[in-house]
Nanobody, 118 residues
């Protein structure tokens, strides 16, 4: 059974930084896609960034140039470095892993709150 545990959320002022971590336990396979999603109150969950097991990355337009996704395959851990945070980045951030090849199996973490407020 795969479990994903997020950490690193918190409250910061606009312009501040946070680093989220997602540790996966159990077998997620050698080929997979890991991603960060977020959900703000009253809004749909949206994709923030993704990274493949080969290291290819993609980002939502709203976070390009401010957020950096990375992973350590040896530790089955993914990170999201968030800089220049804005109030609109406030949301619960969720870690996701999708195994390959498709259709694969998807797993979610429990979420970690990020609040950007002055």
């Amino acid at each position: 059974q795969v479990q994903l545990v997020e950490s690193g959320g918190g409250e910061v002022h606009p312009g501040g930084s946070l680093r989220l971590s997602c540790a996966a336990s159990g077998s997620i396979g050698r080929l997979n896609v890991m991603g960060w999603y977020r959900q703000a109150p009253g809004k749909q969950r949206e994709l923030v960034a993704q990274i493949t097991s080969g290291g290819s990355t993609s980002y939502a337009d709203s976070v390009k140039g401010r957020f950096t996704i990375s992973r350590d395959n040896a530790k089955n851990t993914m990170y999201l470095q968030m800089n220049s945070l804005k109030p609109e980045d406030t949301a619960v951030y969720y870690c996701n892993v999708w195994t390959l090849p498709l259709p694969g199996v998807g797993y979610w973490g429990q979420g970690t709150q990020v609040t950007v407020s002055s």
